[in-house]
């Protein structure tokens, strides 16, 4: 059986009159900047028709704060991100958390010679056979990259991993073009019986990434539409990198951050609403002295922490990055 986090307490690291300034910046971000968002004429169209202003020219749709607000409202606060075993299925009333797996990793260290190596499905399988048996982690992401499967399909091959060889929740990360997006809905249909039942009990999920600065692209857009349309959950999940891709101050990239989030999450309500979305942040810093990332940085407690309210501060459920580490090895500073 699954073990969820049961929220005992609330733990608010910024306070509540500094929510609401970053959410009026993001607002203001939203409307005067705008964001680059390109969509298909016929979906310009129909944004247009819907309250957005898009300069067709620069392809940036700019969002009235009102219709920004009024969106977000018609977001669902409670339902369900189902699985293949009922028993295993999430319920998102914001008084439990979820643990997962990362995703995508790239090379695996390869437990015969000790030698890293590029990841295979193979290895995938093995990750999602022990996540599946282990009740601490309650849903599954594609803990590395099947990069022995043609590169069109991999995230095809990725979820077929997941819904075969799990019982849990599926979140389909890795479906980020309409082909993928169509081919994921196809197979995750033809598991529970077709696509009304898909709709009834979405045992899969997805979410899109902004490409920090302000935009998003479209095919991204496009499979994201492709997902609301079958009614499955779709996040909307934002990686600033500070000093980078957002501005250096924590106060600058968390309003960036937030509007990226927001304009994804109004964009897509506006076209499906009361289809499930929820609010992802995984923000970092740039380290200076190299041009990497903090990942598990001071800063990071900030812009994560920031996150969870602002998801809180919209009624909607959060996806956040949470235990990295700039520990090199699993002992106190780890812990820490």
Known sequence: MIKPVRWKTRFDLIPSEDIRAIHEASLRIMERTGLLMPLSPEREEEAQDLGLFIDRKTQRIHFPPALVEATIQTAPRCFKLCARNPENDLLMDGRHGYLSVDGS???????????????SKADLLNIVRVADALPEIS?????????DCAPEVQPLHEIEALLTWSSKHAQAMT????????GTI????????????LRARPIISNFQCSISPLSYERKTLEAAFIFGAAGVPTGFVVMTIGCATA???????????NAEALAGIT???LFFPGVPTFYGACGTMMELRTGGVTCGGPEDLFLQAAGCQLARFYGLPASIGTFATGAKMSDWHAGV
Do not use: H, K, Y
């Not at 196809?186 to 039942?197: D, F, H, I, K, S």
């Open 139 to 147: 849903f599954l992401w594609p803990a590395v990259s099947a990069r």
């Open 186 to 197: 196809e197979m995750a249909a033809e598991v529970v019986g077709g696509t009304q039942n």
């Open 267 to 269: 964009l897509f309500e």
């Open 105 to 119: 990793v790239t090379d695996i260290l390869d437990l015969d010679s000790g030698e890293p190596r590029p990841s």
């Open 247 to 257: 501005p250096a101050t924590v106060a600058g990239n968390i309003a960036l951050a």
């Open 175 to 182: 479906a980020v073009d309409p082909l993928n997006a169509r």
